[in-house]
């Protein structure tokens, strides 16, 4: 069975600073997609950044990048410039390609200090 | 279009009272997924449709748990005979069908959550 790992309950950062939030996973699959979802405080989750396995370059969204290490099953989160607004739970979640089945980590808490 | 709408944002029971959740996707998604979440843990998978038809289900989902999606627009969670350790957030959740956007691109729903006294 896939599972995800995130080793960071609780994270916090400096506004303007940069943070990096971990993520690993383990899965036996060559094919799958790899998410960094957001759930601030009483609002919907929602999608961050995604990865292709089989793509080697790593994602990047405006201030938010990933580090995608698929040897090591790893894929960690960088937010630069961090902003109060990006104070939130984040979840890194993992799906094989052709699944419906997404599992999530237990989230890391960041919160932005002023 | 508003997203994806759950109702009731709020519920308390009693235990062995039944309740329903129901779930509006975003229209254009055919596929739809719920999923549970407790304090301080993630989601977890419970089940999932492609228009009507119900595709997979989690081996942790008792019997007192029943999706429905019956004319593959809205759906509804039922859970019968309620019991403490059903209190949770029961997240809806949904897309486009694999080819359209990646497995897993998920747009969740507010959440419905549920205490039993």
């Known amino acids: 069975a896939q599972t995800v790992t995130q080793s960071q309950p609780e994270m916090s950062v400096q506004e303007a600073e940069t943070v990096t939030l971990s993520c690993t996973y383990d899965?036996?699959?060559?094919?799958?997609?790899l998410f960094w979802y957001k759930q601030p405080p009483s609002r919907q989750m929602i999608l961050v950044i995604r990865?292709?396995?089989?793509?080697?370059q790593n994602a990047t969204e405006n201030r938010f990048s990933v580090n995608f290490q698929k040897a090591a099953k790893s894929f960690s989160l960088k937010i630069s410039d961090s902003q109060l607004g990006d104070a939130a739970m984040y979840f890194c979640?993992?799906?094989?390609?052709?699944?419906?089945?997404?599992?999530f980590g237990d989230g890391t808490t960041l919160t932005v200090k002023p | 279009d508003t997203g994806v709408s759950q109702d009731p944002r709020h519920k308390i029971t009693k235990r062995g009272q039944n309740v329903t959740f129901r779930c509006d996707p975003i229209?254009?998604?055919?596929?739809l997924y719920w999923y549970r979440q407790t304090l301080g843990q993630g989601p977890e998978f419970l089940t999932y449709?492609?228009?009507?038809?119900?595709?997979?289900k989690s081996r942790l989902l008792s019997d007192r748990f029943s999706a429905e999606r019956p004319k593959g627009s809205f759906s509804t969670l039922e859970i019968q005979r309620t019991e403490q350790g059903d209190s949770a957030m029961y997240l809806c959740?949904?897309?486009?069908?694999?080819?359209?956007?990646?497995?897993?691109?998920?747009?969740f729903g507010e959440g419905s959550r549920l205490t039993v006294l």
């Open positions: 959740a949904s897309s486009f069908s694999a080819g359209r956007t990646a497995p897993g691109e998920l747009f």
């Open positions: 899965t036996s699959e060559s094919d799958y997609y």
């Open positions: 990865q292709e396995a089989y793509k080697q």
């Open positions: 979640a993992y799906t094989r390609t052709n699944a419906g089945k997404s599992t």
């Open positions: 229209s254009e998604h055919n596929r």
């Open positions: 449709f492609q228009n009507e038809a119900q595709l997979e």
